[in-house]
């Protein structure tokens, strides 16, 4: 098996603001393994949580120094190829890379799209959310006008039914109500709105923003709580009449069990979990403590967000959108329908390379 990789650059059309800072573009990390003249397609994207940031030249060079090992390997050895990634300490975000290239290759080796493989009901997609970073109330009007087709800025979608409202601001909860609301005003037709707060509240905001939230019929609030502060959930979690969602307090399966006391639900993200293969895990180790499944994404191009639509039907809320708000997405694949992000029918993951105008 032989390993090619190569960094690309995305620039989003509305820079991403939450509770941590802003995002305007990013440099993943694409990777191609070949056998047999099947070739399998992979992404990472930086992200960062606490104090150990995965940035681009971390997963690329950790890529690059174990793709060597992986000369004698099948690309269907999977299990063996996760074992020897672990022994070797690999960024969970170039682990993600490599195990969805593999299971990219392992379908186009079948002729046949992840979601048939898995035995999966495509018509199951729920609408993913669009994300509303955090911004004035005017700003924030007119980001949501944008995307519902009624503003300044033409968006290419249609049928937009959910949104996702990045609150946390630094300013305090008075600018996060005001933003909550001003969305609100124009958010016409729009079926669910929730918000996530990215850990930028303490326990008392919390509980004052839950209620305040859900008299305002929002569906449920993300990290409310940093990561590190899981002792206050049950509290939070026993008088928020919303339900809580926890995205940077759960990387792995691993981390399941000792929330499923204090959450309502966990969001799994393809560069937290490592892959594919700890995303199943996941959606099983959270259903069968009794958890709702979200899907999420950071910078991510078509390719990461058409590899985790794959699995789309066994998610209870999804939030995979960063695709959408790309100037320039090296990729196509899943499709935007009706609201939802649906994979196509094409071998494996069904990603192609966009053509280019």
């Given at each position: 098996?032989?390993?090619?990789?190569?960094?690309?650059?995305?620039?989003?059309?509305?820079?991403?603001?939450?509770?941590?800072?802003?995002?305007?573009?990013?440099?993943?990390?694409?990777?191609?393994?070949?056998?047999?003249?099947?070739?399998?397609?992979?992404?990472?994207?930086?992200?960062?949580?606490?104090?150990?940031?995965?940035?681009?030249?971390?997963?690329?060079?950790?890529?690059?120094?174990?793709?060597?090992?992986?000369?004698?390997?099948?690309?269907?050895?999977?299990?063996?190829?996760?074992?020897?990634?672990?022994?070797?300490?690999?960024?969970?975000?170039?682990?993600?890379?490599?195990?969805?290239?593999?299971?990219?290759?392992?379908?186009?080796?079948?002729?046949?799209?992840?979601?048939?493989?898995?035995?999966?009901?495509?018509?199951?997609i729920i609408p993913t959310s669009i994300t509303i970073g955090?911004?004035?109330?005017?700003?924030?009007?007119?980001?949501?006008l944008a995307w519902l087709g009624?503003?300044?800025?033409?968006?290419?979608?249609?049928?937009?039914?959910?949104?996702?409202?990045?609150?946390?601001?630094?300013?305090?909860?008075?600018?996060?109500?005001?933003?909550?609301?001003?969305?609100?005003?124009?958010?016409?037709?729009?079926?669910?709105?929730?918000?996530?707060?990215?850990?930028?509240?303490?326990?008392?905001?919390?509980?004052?923003?839950?209620?305040?939230?859900?008299?305002?019929?929002?569906?449920?609030?993300?990290?409310?709580?940093?990561?590190?502060?899981?002792?206050?959930?049950?509290?939070?979690?026993?008088?928020?009449?919303?339900?809580?969602?926890?995205?940077?307090?759960?990387?792995?399966?691993?981390?399941?069990?000792?929330?499923?006391?204090?959450?309502?639900?966990?969001?799994?993200?393809?560069?937290?979990?490592?892959?594919?293969?700890?995303?199943?895990?996941?959606?099983?180790?959270?259903?069968?403590?009794?958890?709702?499944?979200?899907?999420?994404?950071?910078?991510?191009?078509?390719?990461?967000?058409?590899?985790?639509?794959?699995?789309?039907?066994?998610?209870?809320?999804?939030?995979?959108?960063?695709?959408?708000?790309?100037?320039?997405?090296?990729?196509?694949?899943?499709?935007?329908?009706?609201?939802?992000?649906?994979?196509?029918?094409?071998?494996?993951?069904?990603?192609?390379?966009?053509?280019?105008?």
């Amino acid at each position: 098996m032989q390993i090619r990789m190569a960094t690309f650059t995305v620039h989003k059309r509305f820079a991403l603001t939450i509770s941590r800072g802003t995002t305007a573009q990013t440099t993943n990390v694409w990777i191609e393994v070949e056998h047999e003249g099947i070739r399998g397609w992979g992404e990472a994207s930086p992200f960062s949580i606490g104090e150990r940031p995965q940035t681009t030249e971390q997963i690329a060079r950790s890529l690059q120094k174990f793709a060597p090992l992986l000369k004698v390997f099948n690309p269907l050895e999977r299990q063996r190829i996760e074992k020897l990634m672990l022994n070797a300490g690999l960024p969970s975000a170039a682990r993600a890379a490599l195990d969805i290239a593999l299971h990219d290759w392992a379908g186009k080796r079948a002729d046949l799209p992840l979601w048939q493989l898995w035995g999966l009901d495509r018509d199951r997609i729920i609408p993913t959310s669009i994300t509303i970073g955090i911004a004035p109330p005017e700003e924030a009007r007119q980001r949501v006008l944008a995307w519902l087709g009624r503003g300044t800025v033409a968006m290419p979608l249609q049928g937009i039914q959910a949104l996702k409202v990045k609150l946390g601001n630094p300013e305090g909860i008075e600018a996060d109500k005001a933003m909550v609301l001003a969305v609100k005003e124009v958010a016409e037709g729009i079926a669910k709105i929730s918000v996530d707060a990215n850990g930028g509240w303490d326990l008392k905001t919390a509980l004052m923003m839950a209620d305040w939230l859900a008299e305002r019929g929002i569906t449920y609030l993300e990290q409310p709580l940093a990561k590190g502060q899981e002792g206050d959930l049950p509290d939070l979690y026993q008088r928020s009449p919303l339900p809580i969602f926890v995205d940077e307090s759960c990387f792995t399966s691993y981390d399941i069990p000792p929330l499923a006391d204090r959450v309502h639900g966990i969001n799994i993200k393809l560069m937290k979990s490592g892959g594919l293969t700890e995303a199943m895990r996941m959606i099983q180790t959270a259903k069968a403590c009794g958890l709702k499944v979200m899907f999420g994404c950071y910078s991510d191009s078509s390719l990461l967000n058409t590899a985790l639509a794959h699995l789309s039907p066994l998610a209870d809320q999804l939030d995979l959108d960063s695709h959408l708000n790309l100037l320039d997405d090296p990729f196509t694949g899943a499709v935007f329908q009706d609201g939802r992000v649906l994979p196509n029918d094409q071998p494996g993951l069904g990603v192609r390379k966009r053509e280019r105008e």
